[in-house]
């Protein structure tokens, strides 16, 4: 019978320099190991799309020397054509790729820039997110309540559908939701008017003012610290939500309705949630296509951060929201969520609204009031993704699947 000791291999999964820190200081490796080691640890893969064929064999090349490589066509070794080409390697290598890159002509410099400045957004794991006077500190996800003053919310929790005998019951309604969703661990109040579920018609400015209005004056005068949010996309109804307080514009439209709505935000150092959306609520669910939903996302995030930018608002007043279920079929959505950590080279909080949609139904075939299970599961898949807010109705439920998922995802 053989003496030997038992030799024990068990794989590692490692996705952050942190994780890989942290166990290498269980191992006992010297800090100045650990600081060379660490960058060596995770591995990363950029896809790169439209260059020259040249510029792509400049980059393999790098790779190679450095140990690593790139995966390219084969008419791209031989012929001037453009291209795309997938990256990989350790951070390390990728780091030492971005600094061959910079004295490099043409694209190439702003490869080595982009490859630089994503690889810093990936591993960024807290989050300044400036909303007037307030400063919200994302580490671990949070949750944002929904307060719906619609009489047609998809999800039927519109306070107007439950209260319409006056805007006294409507206020008292909406006080003792927000004072529930508080009291379960909301940071954020989101409050809307106008439903913007599949074939919703516009309400009249007007009538949305008199629904937000008393209910925003109402939840500002009793809850003075938490931030509020609202969602609209109209000038004059962002004006008034401003003047009573208001912290957050939560536009659907990513202030392409009414562009003049930074303005607003530039005064007031408000903070910005910028959805995609193809289309309006109105149109938006009518034969929804999409070639590569992902990089149509980026690409449109990409225009409006610009846009928000030049307007003077700073990175730390934007969030990110993909607009699940907003002319996206459930491909679509379900697309989005696993690939959700593409959005994370932004470096800004990513903004997801989840609860009880209809694409959840679609995969369960369930009914609105039989979605929370659903709801859950893909917000918990959803934060190992990268979200950082949760949109939804139910907060307590939410709140508690948070808890047990950092719990466990301890890195």
């Not at 890989?20 to 990363?44: D, E, N």
């Amino acid at each position: 019978m053989s003496n030997s000791k038992e030799i024990k291999i068990t794989p590692f999964e490692l996705t952050t320099e942190a994780g890989a820190i942290k166990l290498m200081t269980s191992l006992g490796v010297t800090s100045q190991g650990i600081k060379i080691l660490a960058a060596k640890s995770i591995f990363c893969a950029f896809l790169i799309k439209g260059i020259k064929s040249w510029e792509a064999n400049i980059i393999k090349q790098h790779l190679l020397s450095l140990g690593s490589d790139a995966a390219i066509e084969r008419d791209a070794l031989v012929k001037d054509i453009n291209t795309d080409i997938l990256i990989f390697g350790s951070r390390s290598q990728l780091k030492r790729l971005s600094n061959k890159l910079k004295g490099q002509p043409f694209s190439l410099k702003e490869v080595s820039r982009l490859i630089s400045l994503y690889l810093e957004n990936l591993e960024k794991k807290e989050f300044v997110f400036l909303a007037r006077k307030k400063t919200l500190k994302i580490r671990k996800p949070i949750v944002c309540g929904i307060i719906n003053l619609t009489k047609d919310s998809f999800s039927g929790d519109g306070l107007l559908a439950k209260a319409t005998s006056s805007s006294e019951k409507i206020k008292f309604l909406a006080l003792k939701k927000a004072e529930q969703m508080i009291k379960e661990g909301a940071k954020i109040l989101d409050i809307g008017a106008e439903s913007s579920r599949p074939f919703a018609k516009q309400l009249r400015v007007k009538e949305e003012l008199a629904q937000l209005i008393p209910v925003i004056k109402a939840i500002r005068k009793e809850f003075k610290k938490i931030p509020l949010s609202v969602d609209t996309y109209k000038y004059p109804v962002a004006y008034e939500a401003s003047c009573l307080g208001i912290d957050i514009i939560n536009d659907i439209t990513a202030l392409r309705h009414n562009p003049k709505i930074a303005d607003i935000i530039k005064k007031n150092s408000l903070g910005c949630i910028l959805m995609h959306m193809k289309g309006s609520p109105l149109t938006m669910q009518l034969n929804p296509y999409h070639k590569d939903v992902v990089w149509e996302i980026i690409s449109f995030f990409k225009d409006r951060i610009n846009f928000l930018n030049k307007k003077g608002i700073s990175q730390n007043q934007i969030c990110l929201d993909p607009g699940i279920g907003f002319g996206k079929r459930l491909e679509d959505n379900t697309r989005i969520i696993n690939e959700l950590y593409k959005l994370k080279i932004f470096g800004l909080p990513i903004f997801l609204g989840l609860s009880r949609k209809s694409f959840i139904g679609k995969i369960l075939k369930n009914n609105i009031d039989q979605r929370l299970a659903g709801t859950i599961a893909a917000n918990v898949v959803s934060i190992n993704k990268g979200a950082n807010i949760l949109r939804v109705h139910d907060v307590k439920e939410t709140v508690e699947a948070i808890k047990i998922a950092s719990s466990i995802n301890l890195n």
